[in-house]
Nanobody, 124 residues
């Protein structure tokens, strides 16, 4: 009954931008840290970014730092991932996940709930 649904994926040219959304239902987002992961074809899943329950704490993988921005709107039960200056190596299925947490930290492990993902393809 607790669900996360991603949207906003698609085809974009290198250097372009895309905004992903993670809409949640069935639980109170205020008490969950949220993270974005991605998995490219033939590659292992990797953590991209996370944000604490209040939005005050964020973290990014080195590969996306300075290009991606994570944010959340708890009133809308939605977390966003703004992706700028996209590169072909960013091509992957992007999934969001939630971990129960009321503190200032965010996490890229121990996730409680997962979405099914949305495909991002960066190609000319």
């Amino acid at each position: 009954q607790l669900q996360l649904v991603e949207s906003g994926g698609g085809l974009v040219q290198p250097g372009g931008s895309l905004r992903l959304s993670c809409k949640t239902s069935g639980f109170t987002l205020d008490y969950y840290a949220i993270a974005w992961f991605r998995q490219a074809p033939g590659k292992e899943r990797e953590g991209v970014s996370c944000i604490s329950s209040s939005g005050g704490g964020v973290n990014y993988a080195d590969s996306v730092k300075g290009r991606f921005t994570i944010s959340r709107d708890n009133a809308k039960n939605t977390v966003y991932l703004q992706m700028n200056s996209l590169k072909p190596e960013d091509t992957a299925v992007y999934s969001c996940a939630a971990r129960s947490s009321a503190g200032p930290a965010c996490y890229l492990y121990g996730m409680d709930y997962w979405g099914k993902g949305t495909l991002v393809t960066v190609s000319s």
